[in-house]
């Protein structure tokens, strides 16, 4: 790859923030600055929850400021796909908790972050994934969900958004004021639990805690082994601004493998190609692979894009067995908790299923049966 592209995300970090220790004990410690992160912590602070979060570098560092931006309802499979999954009733919640997320985020954003709502469009590769575009623009119909079928069997969903996520973290940090204790730079390595109190160890000393909740999606596993989520990596590159208008809105195809976008200032990004090197993908090495980048380019000339590349990246995802959120206490863990694996959907689950979290961690409310953390077998 030319040595003159950046392999930083084209989404800048937001500025770091002034040092702060962190405190010998707390009510409840965040881990993970993400959007994940600083979601449990906006809500911890609107219940009047002494929290503090820890982040080992800045702000939306890992995977919430190197994706794409797209705001989507659902999971990558699209809607009939998800019902034979999931059945009619679980399929048609995820599509309802989801669009509850963009909501309570557009909320926080206030048209902030480069939100915006032009909707999506779901393109179809195949025959197959054709019919199936078409089944789910009727059972979203049958189900009154947006999306509706349109020439050349796409499925465009008008409700759909897109965003800068490093910015949306920025903002939704922001919102916690200027008295949420944030620290940057301060590695966990270890979680202690028991009944009485969680020891958390970290890079600058040990924190008494009531409680802990992991906002680590794909690092999950270096701090609870038990929990079922795999960290996967995904490619993107980004252009210099293009005069052409390439794409309208958030574009998805072959089932959700491929996806690209085009900024205002014309830039295109575009994203995906896992599924050709599915093994080299998984791990924790965020560094771009050279053959996903090279169809990635591909693609680039398909859409008859001659413009430079400016920037290559990849980020780490956290994927689940069944491509569901993992939300709850971890088994065998106590006063642990997990909001995690969102199988590269976290801007379209994070700010709701931390709110689910919250609720249940301070006043025992009852998670969906489909996002409990308990409801997969514990990784061995």
């Not at 820890?54 to 809607?79: C, H, I, K, P, Q």
Request: glycine residues 10%; contains cysteine; hydrophobic residues 45%.
């Amino acid at each position: 790859m030319d040595a003159a592209v950046t392999t930083q995300p084209i989404w800048p970090l937001p500025p770091p923030r002034p040092a702060l220790p962190p405190p010998s004990r707390a009510d409840v410690v965040v881990v993970g600055g993400g959007i994940t992160g600083v979601s449990t912590l906006r809500w911890l602070q609107r219940r009047g929850v002494d929290a503090v979060l820890l982040e080992r570098s800045r702000l939306a560092a890992g995977a919430s400021g190197r994706n794409a931006g797209f705001l989507l309802m659902g999971v990558a499979a699209n809607y009939a796909m998800a019902v034979r999954s999931y059945g009619r009733d679980v399929a048609r919640e995820v599509w309802d908790f989801t669009a509850h997320n963009h909501a309570l985020l557009a909320e926080v954003l206030q048209g902030r972050a480069g939100y915006l709502r032009r909707g999506s469009l779901t393109l179809a590769a195949s025959n197959e994934e054709r019919d199936l575009l078409r089944q789910s623009a009727e059972l979203l119909a049958e189900d009154s969900l947006p999306g509706r079928h349109v020439p050349l069997g796409a499925l465009l969903n008008e409700d759909d958004g897109e965003v800068d996520p490093a910015a949306a973290v920025a903002c939704i940090a922001g919102s916690c004021g200027e008295a949420a204790r944030i620290c940057e730079g301060v590695a966990v390595h270890g979680v202690e639990a028991s009944a009485g109190e969680v020891r958390v160890h970290t890079s600058h000393g040990e924190i008494l805690a009531g409680a802990v909740i992991l906002a680590t999606n794909a690092y999950t596993a270096a701090l609870a082994p038990s929990v079922a989520i795999a960290p996967v990596r995904a490619q993107m590159l980004a252009t210099a601004p293009v005069d052409a208008r390439i794409a309208a809105r958030p574009t998805y195809s072959h089932w959700g493998y491929r996806y690209w976008r085009q900024r205002d200032d014309g830039r295109v990004l575009l994203g995906g190609w896992r599924d050709t090197a599915v093994l080299e993908e998984v791990g924790t090495d965020a560094v771009p692979n050279p053959r996903v980048q090279a169809h990635l380019d591909a693609h680039l000339a398909a859409l008859d894009v001659a413009a430079p590349v400016t920037h290559r990246w990849a980020g780490i995802m956290g994927f689940s067995p069944d491509e569901l959120p993992l939300v709850g206490a971890v088994p065998g863990m106590p006063g642990v908790h997990v909001c995690g694996g969102y199988t590269g959907h976290g801007m379209g689950f994070a700010v709701n299923a931390t709110r689910v979290l919250v609720d249940s961690v301070l006043d025992g409310a009852p998670i969906p049966p489909w996002l409990r953390a308990d409801r997969l077998p514990a990784r061995r």
